[in-house]
């Protein structure tokens, strides 16, 4: 089982960026999938998840209104459309599967990514 994030990246303050979450040895549609992040020196926190069918989708308060999480089944593959970024958002962005159910803590999720560096400059 590996998840594979891609498309982080430098950006400037304002500005977008998609992270993509490709899934091997796994079905995606079984899995409810998240995003978390993880600044240096600061624990692992939630950003957003999607359950299998996107029929529930919860996000952050910080990300709230510039975040969106989507996935494609027929890919295998999860996305995190950021916009309007800021520098308080540069962190690794991880992306977690889990077969249990949708969970905001870093303890709900069975699979990880190796993560994907994301910088915003001011």
Same mark, same amino acid.
Not at 30 to 46: H, L, N, S, T, V
Not at 69 to 85: E, F
């Given at each position: 089982v590996q998840l594979v994030e891609s498309g982080g990246g430098l950006v400037q303050a304002g500005g977008s960026l998609t992270l993509s979450c490709a899934a091997s040895g796994l079905s995606l549609e079984?899995? &409810?999938?998240?995003?978390?992040?993880?600044?240096?020196?600061?624990?692992?926190?939630?950003?957003?998840l999607i359950n299998w069918s996107s029929s529930t989708i919860y996000y952050a308060d910080s990300v709230k209104g510039r975040f969106t999480?989507?996935?494609?089944?027929?890919?295998?593959?999860?996305?995190?459309?950021?916009?309007?970024?800021n520098p308080e958002d540069t962190a690794t962005y991880y992306? &977690? &599967?889990?077969?249990?159910?949708?969970?905001?803590?870093?303890?709900?999720y069975e699979y990880w990514g190796q993560g994907t560096q994301v910088t915003v400059s001011s």
């Open positions: 079984d899995y &409810a999938i998240a995003w978390f992040r993880q600044a240096p020196g600061k624990e692992r926190e939630f950003v957003a999480i989507s996935r494609d089944n027929a890919k295998n593959t999860v996305y995190l459309q950021m916009n309007s970024l992306c &977690a &599967a889990t077969w249990r159910g949708i969970s905001t803590v870093v303890a709900g």
